[in-house]
Protein backbone atom coordinates (compact mmCIF):
# COMPACT_ATOMS: atom_id res chain seq x y z
CA UNK A 1 0.00 0.00 0.00
CA UNK A 2 1.40 3.13 -0.52
CA UNK A 3 0.33 6.54 0.93
CA UNK A 4 0.55 9.91 -0.77
CA UNK A 5 1.01 13.27 1.22
CA UNK A 6 0.82 16.68 -0.75
CA UNK A 7 2.78 20.23 0.24
CA UNK A 8 2.93 23.45 -1.11
CA UNK A 9 -0.57 24.60 -1.78
CA UNK A 10 -1.39 28.01 -1.12
CA UNK A 11 -2.71 31.66 -2.03
CA UNK A 12 -0.73 33.56 -4.20
CA UNK A 13 -1.40 36.58 -6.90
CA UNK A 14 -1.70 35.97 -10.73
CA UNK A 15 1.49 35.68 -11.98
CA UNK A 16 3.17 34.10 -9.17
CA UNK A 17 4.94 30.46 -8.92
CA UNK A 18 4.37 27.37 -6.68
CA UNK A 19 6.05 24.30 -5.78
CA UNK A 20 3.90 21.58 -5.01
CA UNK A 21 5.39 18.50 -3.63
CA UNK A 22 3.92 14.85 -2.57
CA UNK A 23 5.68 12.64 -0.51
CA UNK A 24 5.35 8.88 -0.76
CA UNK A 25 5.44 6.49 2.02
CA UNK A 26 4.32 2.43 2.37
CA UNK A 27 6.95 1.13 -0.30
CA UNK A 28 8.90 2.90 -2.81
CA UNK A 29 7.31 4.08 -5.57
CA UNK A 30 10.01 3.74 -8.34
CA UNK A 31 8.10 1.81 -10.31
CA UNK A 32 4.92 3.75 -10.44
CA UNK A 33 3.80 6.62 -12.68
CA UNK A 34 3.45 9.76 -10.60
CA UNK A 35 1.11 12.42 -11.62
CA UNK A 36 -0.92 15.99 -10.63
CA UNK A 37 -4.66 16.37 -11.16
CA UNK A 38 -6.93 19.11 -9.93
CA UNK A 39 -10.72 19.83 -9.42
CA UNK A 40 -12.27 23.10 -9.69
CA UNK A 41 -15.53 23.47 -7.63
CA UNK A 42 -18.57 22.04 -9.49
CA UNK A 43 -16.05 20.68 -12.12
CA UNK A 44 -14.89 17.40 -12.92
CA UNK A 45 -11.23 16.22 -11.80
CA UNK A 46 -8.87 16.93 -14.49
CA UNK A 47 -5.46 15.61 -15.63
CA UNK A 48 -2.63 18.11 -14.75
CA UNK A 49 0.60 16.21 -15.88
CA UNK A 50 2.23 13.03 -15.31
CA UNK A 51 5.73 11.40 -15.32
CA UNK A 52 6.65 8.08 -16.22
CA UNK A 53 8.49 5.71 -13.80
CA UNK A 54 11.80 6.38 -15.31
CA UNK A 55 11.08 10.17 -15.30
CA UNK A 56 11.90 9.56 -19.09
CA UNK A 57 8.43 10.88 -20.33
CA UNK A 58 6.80 13.32 -19.37
CA UNK A 59 2.75 14.68 -20.60
CA UNK A 60 0.98 17.67 -19.92
CA UNK A 61 -2.26 19.60 -19.95
CA UNK A 62 -2.44 21.47 -22.58
CA UNK A 63 -3.69 24.76 -20.84
CA UNK A 64 -0.47 24.49 -18.16
CA UNK A 65 2.19 23.40 -20.93
CA UNK A 66 5.40 26.32 -20.70
CA UNK A 67 3.70 27.13 -17.13
CA UNK A 68 4.23 23.77 -14.87
CA UNK A 69 6.45 21.10 -14.79
CA UNK A 70 6.58 17.67 -13.02
CA UNK A 71 9.51 16.41 -11.48
CA UNK A 72 10.35 13.36 -9.30
CA UNK A 73 13.10 12.10 -6.80
CA UNK A 74 13.10 8.52 -6.99
CA UNK A 75 15.55 8.79 -3.36
CA UNK A 76 13.46 11.00 -1.73
CA UNK A 77 10.66 8.98 -3.02
CA UNK A 78 8.73 12.49 -4.13
CA UNK A 79 7.26 13.98 -7.04
CA UNK A 80 7.42 17.94 -7.50
CA UNK A 81 5.24 20.20 -9.33
CA UNK A 82 6.60 23.41 -10.41
CA UNK A 83 3.82 25.88 -11.16
CA UNK A 84 4.79 29.36 -12.78
CA UNK A 85 2.77 32.11 -14.63
CA UNK A 86 -0.03 30.91 -11.99
CA UNK A 87 -3.54 32.46 -13.49
CA UNK A 88 -7.41 32.35 -11.74
CA UNK A 89 -8.11 29.32 -13.69
CA UNK A 90 -5.69 27.39 -12.31
CA UNK A 91 -7.59 27.63 -9.11
CA UNK A 92 -8.15 23.82 -7.61
CA UNK A 93 -7.55 21.21 -5.01
CA UNK A 94 -4.51 19.72 -6.75
CA UNK A 95 -3.90 15.68 -6.11
CA UNK A 96 -1.21 13.55 -6.17
CA UNK A 97 -1.79 10.34 -7.54
CA UNK A 98 0.38 7.22 -8.48
CA UNK A 99 0.03 3.98 -10.74
CA UNK A 100 2.35 0.89 -10.39
CA UNK A 101 3.46 -0.09 -13.75
CA UNK A 102 5.39 -2.26 -15.47
CA UNK A 103 6.26 0.17 -17.96
CA UNK A 104 8.93 2.73 -17.80
CA UNK A 105 7.03 5.03 -20.37
CA UNK A 106 3.07 4.84 -20.41
CA UNK A 107 1.14 7.74 -19.00
CA UNK A 108 -1.91 7.66 -17.87
CA UNK A 109 -4.28 10.57 -17.93
CA UNK A 110 -7.57 9.07 -17.03
CA UNK A 111 -8.30 9.82 -12.91
CA UNK A 112 -9.59 6.43 -12.68
CA UNK A 113 -6.49 4.44 -14.23
CA UNK A 114 -4.35 5.51 -10.82
CA UNK A 115 -4.18 3.34 -8.19
CA UNK A 116 -3.27 5.61 -5.15
CA UNK A 117 -4.34 9.03 -4.12
CA UNK A 118 -3.36 11.61 -1.76
CA UNK A 119 -5.85 13.99 -0.14
CA UNK A 120 -4.57 17.25 -1.94
CA UNK A 121 -3.60 20.52 -1.42
CA UNK A 122 -5.67 23.69 -2.42
CA UNK A 123 -3.86 26.39 -4.57
CA UNK A 124 -5.86 29.65 -5.26
CA UNK A 125 -4.88 31.89 -7.55
CA UNK A 126 -6.31 35.66 -6.66
CA UNK A 127 -5.25 39.20 -6.33
Known amino acids: QVQLVESGGGLVQPGASLKLACSAS????????LGWFRQAPGKEREFVAQ????????RYLDSVKGRFTISRDSAKNTVYLQMSTLKAEDTAVYYC????????????????????WGKGTLVTVSS
Open 26 to 33: GRSVSDNT
Open 51 to 58: ISSSGGTT
Open 97 to 116: AARQTVSTVSIYTAPGAMDY
